[in-house]
Structures are given as structure tokens and as C-alpha cells.
T-cell receptor, first 113, second 111 residues
Framework: DGGITQSPKYLFRKEGQNVTLSCEQNLNHDAMYWYRQDPGQGLRLIYYSQIVNDFQKGDIAEGYSVSREKKESFPLTVTSAQKNPTAFYLC????????????FGDGTRLSIL | AQSVTQPDIHITVSEGASLELRCNYSYGATPYLFWYVQSPGQGLQLLLKYFSGDTLVQGIKGFEAEFKRSQSSFNLRKPSVHWSDAAEYFCAVGTGNQFYFGTGTSLTVIP
């Protein structure tokens, strides 16, 4: 079955440490997205990518970085510059960047030790 | 700027009762509209979508939604709620190459 796989499901970060969240899709979708979810705030867009080797900042990109070297993969790095990284992170993809519904992975919960 | 408003943060209904979750959007043109459902600790699952045509759209799990241009609304409905419908529901607007999500409505179902 096609889908989006996020790993790990739970991740812990020490102060000053960078961590990378994995997102892989086998849906052959061009566009991929990273969202951050906090209680009562819905989903906020961190970064998105419309095509391989291209990505754009979303509304809350500070303290995060991404890469899109392969169509299937869109890893998110939470850097030490992100002062409040504790959240639920969701990866999504869509067939094309414009208007198509987005398909979501099951998320990664990041916590600070 | 585009925005999506879900005015009800939390709703409680009895099992078997009808349900309506409200969604209002702000966008200059006719948007692409979606409803998603999220169970605790899980990702979002698409319930239904509206692109054009018939303003009453049917989705999975017995849900439907009606697009009302004059009210800039896209409310989600279900005639008879089941205990398994307890979850968080998100309305979303697709414009250009981005999605805008509402802050969600949490649904509790009581026996």
C-alpha cells in the first residue's frame, strides 16, 4: 500500500542538539510539506517542496531546515536555534502543489530532555 | 489574507444524535475546501473535499458537507454520530500552493 512513513514516532532532544525527522512517501507525489501542531493552534506550515531540489519557507521556518534530494524523501532538521521544539510534527504530500488534497503521515512527537 | 475559522473549540454530542461542525473561510475566489479528521497521536485523514460543482459533497464514514458561497461556509454534518467519531476535526482551504487549516474542533461523544 502506498503511503507516507514518518520516523521515529517519538523523539527526544537534548539542549543544543540538532535532530532530524524522517519522512518518506511512495505515492509518487511531487509536493511535500512539514507542519507543526501545538494544542489549540491547529497546523502551522514549516517548509514545503514542490519539486526535487527545491523548497520554500512556510510560516514558521525559523530554527528548522529541510532538504529534497529525492522525490520520495523530505527530512526535517530541528536545529538548536529552535527554542521551543516540543510539538507534534506532521509530514504531508500531494500529487501536485496546487489544490490537491494532502495525505498525511502519522506524525513524530518531539520532546526536550 | 486567507484564513479559516472553526468557531467551536469543543463539542459534545450524544451517540445517535446529529452533528454539525462549523467552518468559515476568507478567500477572494472560490477555494478548494477540505475536512480532515485526526485521532489522538495520529495523522490527518481526509473526510471529504469540494472543488466545484454540487455544493453538497459526500465523504467517508457517513459525513457530508455543504458549501455556501454567500456565507463563506463549509459546514460538516453527520445525521447520527457513533462513539468512534470522537476525534479532532480540521477544516482546510487550498489556495495556490498552500493549505490553510483551522484550529480544529474536538468532538466528544457520550453514551
Amino acid at each position: 500500500d502506498g503511503g507516507i512513513t514518518q520516523s521515529p514516532k517519538y523523539l527526544f532532544r537534548k539542549e543544543g542538539q540538532n535532530v532530524t525527522l524522517s519522512c518518506e512517501q511512495n505515492l509518487n507525489h511531487d509536493a511535500m510539506y512539514w507542519y507543526r501542531q501545538d494544542p489549540g493552534q491547529g497546523l502551522r506550515l514549516i517548509y514545503y517542496s514542490q519539486i526535487v531540489n527545491d523548497f520554500q519557507k512556510g510560516d514558521i521556518a525559523e530554527g528548522y531546515s529541510v532538504s529534497r534530494e529525492k522525490k520520495e524523501s523530505f527530512p526535517l532538521t530541528v536545529t538548536s536555534a529552535q527554542k521551543n521544539p516540543t510539538a507534534f510534527y506532521l509530514c504531508a504530500s500531494s500529487i501536485s502543489p496546487d489544490h490537491q488534497p494532502q495525505h498525511f503521515g502519522d506524525g513524530t512527537r518531539l520532546s526536550i530532555l | 489574507a486567507q484564513s479559516v475559522t472553526q468557531p467551536d473549540i469543543h463539542i459534545t454530542v450524544s451517540e445517535g444524535a446529529s452533528l454539525e461542525l462549523r467552518c468559515n473561510y476568507s478567500y477572494g475566489a472560490t477555494p478548494y475546501l477540505f475536512w480532515y479528521v485526526q485521532s489522538p497521536g495520529q495523522g490527518l485523514q481526509l473526510l471529504l473535499k469540494y472543488f466545484s460543482g454540487d455544493t453538497l459533497v459526500q465523504g467517508i464514514k457517513g459525513f457530508e458537507a455543504e458549501f455556501k458561497r454567500s456565507q463563506s461556509s463549509f459546514n460538516l454534518r453527520k445525521p447520527s454520530v457513533h462513539w468512534s467519531d470522537a476525534a479532532e476535526y480540521f477544516c482546510a482551504v487550498g489556495t495556490g500552493n498552500q493549505f490553510y487549516f483551522g484550529t480544529g474542533t474536538s468532538l466528544t461523544v457520550i453514551p
